[in-house]
């Protein structure tokens, strides 16, 4: 008696895919590779080969569809509007519930990342040994694999502390600081026009508490209420894109059910991985008529900002000699396809400083927990972004996505360029505000 194959993959979507190749110059690991395996169409070959059976699920397939980096940058390049970000996941989520791994990959995939990083408590248990073993300086005692992974973090945490509700008048910013304007000055300054949700995240809380304190400052000051229910959760963006839907839409559910009974005028998020899969938790939980509802509220941090007019807002501009360049992450640029926002609002402070890096929308090998599972490729991508990054004689380089940050601030130190600065968006706008 034979089994039916598992219909993993929508055939139709998988069609669409006309093998054009006008995706091949935008994809990273092709243009690294060369290898049809490792491009775009030539995944989407493997994987209807996979559900048709003319090809095992062994470790050649598996081995080029875990080299993806899921950066969606062939969907921005596609004539024909391949959903490929869909097919990689569904793909992967069969993967992983068909497909034995190795121990280290099962470790770093079901551990780390699936039950370690959502969760606040949890990461920073598990970066306390590592920042030690990272300020004792004796990472290269052990393999290159965890010397890398060292390399990717900040000495220095300071996790946020969000109140449940900041007031646009800013009497409770979590960072108002001494000298700011009295309640009343600010009350006469800031026009109350909103009030907004804010996804905290799970690792921007831990590792850049400061920039989710200065995104709410940004958001108070544009004049919104900034909400941060206490129940949320992580968004499933780790889940998802590692091939666990199952978990991505338990995930989805408990942020539907956190921000339910909050009247919004939009939900802020600050990191564009996450942003990317709240904004598909319609397509995540298809049946559930809240999923469209919220993810229809979603707005990244630049795009919420640039409809706010804050791109107006007085700014101290650098020097004429500090020059800044800007960083696409690739959930920001291809799956949300946002590119002109977060340059305008740099712009707004830099003016005639700002300089456009050379492939700036490339991915830099972050990818989530891509720089973990798939080290190698990583480092190549990020060897290839800081050299970019150099072309532009930059000062400083800033970004939308946490993995994004320090991906690139790992490459910077390793090329020796430790005086060029990375900074979130939230983090270089705050920064270069007349209103202290």
């Known amino acids: ?45 493997l994987m209807r080969a996979l559900q048709e059976g003319r090809l095992p699920l062994g470790d050649t397939a598996v081995r080029h569809l875990d080299l993806c980096l899921g950066c969606r940058a062939c969907e921005t390049a596609c004539p024909s509007g391949v959903r490929y970000g869909e097919l990689l996941e569904t793909t992967r989520d069969h993967i992983e519930r068909h497909h034995q791994r190795s121990l280290l990959q099962n470790f770093l995939r079901r551990i780390v990342i699936e039950r370690v990083f959502p969760h606040a408590w949890l990461t920073k248990l598990a970066l306390f040994p590592a920042r030690l073993l990272k300020r004792a300086g004796v990472g290269r005692l052990f393999p290159k694999f965890v010397q890398d992974s ?18 646009a008048d800013g009497s409770q910013s979590p960072n108002l600081r001494n000298g700011d304007a009295s309640n009343g000055e600010r009350k006469r300054r800031v026009q109350k026009r909103g009030r907004v949700g804010f996804i905290r995240g799970c690792v921007m809380n831990v590792m850049f508490g400061r920039t989710n304190e200065n995104t709410i400052r940004l958001l108070n000051l544009a004049g919104y209420d900034v909400v941060t229910p206490r129940d949320q959760g992580c968004c499933g963006a780790l889940h998802a894109h590692g091939g666990n839907l199952a978990a991505a839409r338990e995930a989805a559910r408990v942020n539907l059910a956190a921000f339910a009974h909050e009247p919004l005028d939009a939900i802020v998020i600050n990191a564009a991985g996450c942003g990317s899969t709240l904004k598909e938790y319609g397509h995540l939980l298809a049946n559930d008529p809240r999923a469209a509802a919220f993810s ?100 400083c380089v800033v970004t939308t996505n946490p993995g994004c940050q320090l991906q690139i601030r790992a490459g910077l130190d390793k090329a020796g360029a430790t005086h060029i600065e990375t900074l979130h968006l939230a983090d270089f706008l705050e920064r270069h505000l007349t209103v202290s």
Do not use: W
């Not at 895919?17 to 491009?39: A, K, Q, R």
């Not at 060292?150 to 007031?167: H, I, M, N, T």
């Not at 900002?305 to 959930?331: E, K, M, Q």
């Open 1 to 45: 008696m034979t089994t039916a194959r598992e219909t993993f993959l929508d055939e139709k979507k998988a069609q669409a895919c006309i093998h054009c190749g006008l995706c091949l110059g935008s994809c990273p690991t092709y243009l690294e590779t060369g290898d049809e395996n490792d491009s775009p169409r030539g995944r989407i070959y």
């Open 150 to 167: 060292l390399a990717l973090l900040p000495v220095d945490l300071r996790e946020g502390k969000l109140p449940e509700f900041s007031y």
């Open 296 to 395: 229809a509220k979603v707005q990244d941090l630049s795009e919420f900002l640039v409809a706010a007019d804050f791109h107006h807002a007085a700014f101290r501009t650098p020097h004429s000699a500090f020059r800044v360049t800007f960083h696409d992450a690739c959930h920001l640029s291809h799956a949300q396809r946002i590119t002109h926002p977060p340059r305008l609002l740099v712009k707004a402070v830099a003016g005639a400083n700002y300089v456009e890096m050379p492939e700036s929308d490339l991915c830099c090998g972050s990818a989530g927990s891509y720089n973990l599972t798939e080290p190698g490729m990583a480092e190549r991508l990020q060897r290839r972004k800081v050299e970019n990054l150099l072309k532009t004689g930059a000062a």
